[in-house]
């Protein structure tokens, strides 16, 4: 596709349930990254894919947070037993190569809004 | 880790004058600074960046400065527009995935 696209824009979820964020990342992008935007702050990293591989997921806040990859292209960031704290914007981004090369263009979908109630 | 330090926090600018952002970074290693843009309910734009070989770089209306003894960097914006008027986030890494400061919001009035 022309851009990073990400589905649902919005969320609203009842405490407790689970969600599932969806990132396509631009076509042959080889890393994608998710970030989480609260309110009135910068992007924060939440975990960083090269292909299917999971390098790097430290910035996850809890064991609720689980994101996936499967195929090397589209994923998944999951959120279980939703809490008023997880309210935020949670961004997807991609780049076209590994990010060690130290070439790190890389471009942000337009987010997916979660409103824990 | 590293730690990146933005200021001001808001702007406010007639049309037509400059503007000024500036962010500090901690991790002296870093060696790539972007620049991102993000409008209401937009993801963010990336708008310029700069690698630590270079001391300034210039696009259009944008210019980037980086002084790397002193580990800050600043966004220019000469001749503001209304247009804009957004967001705007400053970042750094080294072999990390990028870090971003808190933000600038920039109000320019018309």
């Known amino acids: 596709g022309a851009g990073v696209s990400q589905s649902p824009r919005y969320k609203v979820a009842k405490r407790g349930q689970d969600v599932a964020l969806r990132c396509d990342p631009i076509?042959?992008?080889?890393?994608l990254f998710w970030y989480q935007q609260a309110l009135g702050q910068g992007p924060e990293f939440l975990t960083y894919?090269?292909?299917?591989?999971?390098?790097?997921k430290s910035g996850l806040p809890s064991d609720r947070f689980f994101a996936e990859r499967p195929e090397g292209s589209v994923s998944t960031l999951k959120i279980q037993r939703t809490q008023q704290e997880d309210s935020a914007v949670y961004l997807c981004?991609?780049?076209?190569?590994?990010?060690?090369?130290?070439?790190?263009?890389?471009?942000f979908g337009e987010g997916s809004w979660l409103t824990v109630v | 880790g590293e730690n990146v330090e933005q200021h001001p926090s808001t702007l406010s600018v007639q049309e037509g004058d400059s503007a000024v952002i500036k962010c500090t970074y901690s991790?002296?290693?870093?060696?790539?600074f972007p620049w991102y843009k993000q409008e209401l309910g937009k993801g963010p734009q990336l708008i310029i960046d700069?690698?630590?070989?270079?001391g300034e770089k210039k696009d259009q209306r944008i210019a980037v400065t980086l002084n790397k003894t002193a580990k800050h960097f600043s966004l220019h914006i000469t001749e503001t527009q209304p247009e804009d008027s957004a967001v705007y986030f400053c970042?750094?890494?080294?072999?990390?995935?990028?870090?971003f400061g808190k933000g600038t919001r920039l109000s320019v009035i018309a």
């Open positions: 894919f090269q292909n299917e591989a999971q390098l790097d």
């Open positions: 700069i690698r630590s070989n270079v």
């Open positions: 076509s042959g992008h080889v890393s």
């Open positions: 970042a750094a890494r080294r072999n990390t995935p990028l870090v």
């Open positions: 991790d002296s290693a870093s060696n790539y």
């Open positions: 981004a991609s780049s076209a190569i590994v990010f060690e090369s130290g070439r790190h263009t890389i471009y």
